[in-house]
């Protein structure tokens, strides 16, 4: 992950911190993206959710407001948020 850059950082720093967690992230985020291209539509929705139960537990990990809303609308979770129709929750 090299350097962290400004917009992306929190979300560095927290997969760092969480490898797992945010490999988990990433993995159900782009497995939702293969099931969209073979028309599995219905399965990349749950993943998609899934994704953003992981991206919700950990912008909880951040202790100021600000930091979790900067996290949350990081274009990586707009992203998936998007995906769903839907926008990420105002902390």
Known sequence: MGGCRTGIGDRCRLGRSHPDSASRMDGQA????????SGRDK???????KATQILESLAAMLQQPRMRQHFLQAPPAWEIYNALGHRPPAV
């Open 30 to 37: 782009e497995l939702a993206k293969a099931l969209i291209q």
């Open 43 to 49: 399965e990349a929705e749950t993943h998609y959710t």
